[in-house]
């Protein structure tokens, strides 16, 4: 486990389907986030769980959007009825949090979708 | 208002030029600092972290200023694979790390 892993690397959808997302966090990190990174903007914050428990969502997390993290290991997260302003690439991070620091901010590659 | 706020850019600068970057933050209670580095298409990789001295790595110096809420960049001597965006970040109260837009830099041989 060298890295957070993200698939599919790319995913191209016509407007109104569902999409699934995964994230493979560093093992042993507790915490991890979903970003949404548009073109010529910072990523913007999506959810984070640590371990299994969802902690907060961002009001850019709509009704159509569903984060899990049912083990505590990876996440998914869903895009029902995809809209074209969901067109973005999503960030995975991940990062291990103790009582006392929180370390080791780590990105996957991302999973540009495109929705036609 | 955004919480992080940066100057999109972008900044072409020649080979072995200096060059700045600021960054203002809205919370004041905010404790730390980043600066990383994206490539086209690329994740975010940190490039350093922003300490209240100062802290500075090869050529490249971060300074934070809290009374005035801004953090800065410096990079000496650029070379043509500094040309990224670099992405001002603030670590929430929560944990979350808060991006700015980005800076974009262009380093022209």
């Not at chain 1, 969502?57 to 009704?63: A, H, I, P, Q, V």
């Not at chain 1, 029902?80 to 960030?91: C, I, K, N, P």
């Not at chain 2, 919480?3 to 900044?11: A, I, L, M």
């Not at chain 2, 072995?16 to 994740?43: H, I, L, M, P």
Request: hydrophobic share 30%; charged share 20%; with cysteine.
């Amino acid at each position: 486990d060298t890295g957070v892993s993200q698939d599919p690397r790319h995913k191209i959808t016509k407007r109104g389907q569902n999409v699934t997302f995964r994230c493979d966090p560093i093992s042993e990190h507790n915490r991890l986030y979903w970003y949404r990174q548009t073109l010529g903007q910072g990523p913007e914050f999506l959810t984070y769980f640590q371990n299994e428990a969802q902690l907060e969502k961002s009001r850019l997390l709509s009704d159509r959007f569903s984060a899990e993290r049912p083990k505590g290991s990876f996440s998914t997260l869903e895009i029902q009825r995809t809209e074209q302003g969901d067109s973005a690439m999503y960030l995975c991070a991940s990062s291990l949090v103790s009582r006392t620091a929180i370390d080791g901010y780590t990105f996957g590659s991302g999973t540009r979708l495109t929705v036609v | 208002r955004k919480e992080v706020e940066q100057d999109p850019g972008p900044f072409n600068v020649p080979e072995g030029a200096t060059v700045a970057f600021n960054c203002t933050y809205s919370n004041s209670a905010s404790q730390s600092f980043f600066w990383y580095r994206q490539d086209c298409r690329k994740e975010p990789k940190l490039l350093m972290s922003v300490y209240s001295s100062g802290n500075e790595d090869g050529r490249f110096t971060a300074q934070l200023n809290r009374a005035s809420q801004y953090i800065s960049l410096l990079i000496r001597d650029s070379k043509l694979s500094d040309s990224a965006t670099y992405l001002c970040v603030v670590i929430s109260n929560t944990g979350k790390l808060i991006f700015g837009q980005g800076t974009t830099l262009q380093v022209k041989p």
